[in-house]
């Protein structure tokens, strides 16, 4: 089974802070994702990457940015949290070409006061 | 622009009855469909899936959707409702166009009573 696995499921930070989201999948896929899911917004795409480090920018990529050194890692960061990134981060990976649907991890919770 | 509606935030339904979730889709190409499920706490995890043929598709837990072009829909069906089947659904849409890039609806919450 594809496993996606995100480092932390609740994460409590400070506004300011410097935050890193790392994620990890273990089925060698090409295409990673990070998500971020908010009630009634539904899940909205602040970045991927189809390749080592390659990345593009989602619907919402303000005050985000990503890394992708290892084709297994994507990493999300907050560069300075504010309290609106208070939210459920999300992970997905899948695979290039004609099997298309994307796996995701179990979620980070992160709150920022 | 590349959207996905579900028209319904919440419903109620008793169980063993019969469900049905709506999804409508605005995209210009052939898209791909899909459903999601995500148990309080949880990840996503996938129901089911349409690329092409047959407009019937069968997924995990006893769940099927339908693909109607015609309407722009892929509503999400199961004839019989468990008690374990309470979470939230997302409906998606993706397309080779968009680069891999999916398009989430803002989900159906399901609440199940005894």
């Known amino acids: 089974d594809v496993k996606v696995t995100q480092s932390s499921r609740y994460l409590v930070k400070r506004t300011g802070e410097k935050v890193f989201l790392e994620c990890v999948q273990d089925m060698d896929h090409e295409n990673m994702f990070w998500y971020r899911q908010d009630p009634g917004l539904g899940l909205r795409l602040i970045y991927f990457s189809y390749d080592v480090k390659m990345k593009e920018k989602g619907d919402i990529p303000e005050g985000y940015s990503v890394s992708r050194e290892k084709k297994e890692r994507f990493s999300l960061i907050l560069e300075s949290a504010s309290t609106n990134q208070t939210s459920m981060y999300l992970c997905?990976?899948?695979?290039?070409?004609?099997?298309?649907?994307?796996?995701f991890g179990p979620g980070t919770r992160l709150t920022v006061t | 622009a590349q959207s996905v509606t579900q028209p319904d935030i919440h419903i109620t339904v008793s169980e063993g009855a019969s469900l049905e979730l709506r999804c409508n889709y605005s995209?210009?190409?052939?898209?791909?469909l899909f459903w999601y499920v995500q148990s309080p706490g949880q990840g996503l995890q996938l129901l089911l899936k349409y690329f092409s043929g047959d407009t019937l598709v069968q997924g995990i837990k006893g769940f099927e959707a339908e693909f109607k072009r015609s309407q722009s829909s892929f509503n999400l069906r199961k004839p019989s409702v468990h008690w374990s089947d309470a979470a939230e659904y997302f409906c998606?849409?993706?397309?080779?166009?968009?680069?891999?890039?999916?398009?989430f609806g803002t989900g159906t919450s399901l609440t199940v009573i005894p």
């Open positions: 995209y210009g190409a052939t898209p791909y």
């Open positions: 998606a849409v993706g397309a080779v166009e968009t680069g891999n890039q999916f398009y």
């Open positions: 997905a990976s899948s695979p290039s070409g004609d099997s298309y649907e994307q796996y």
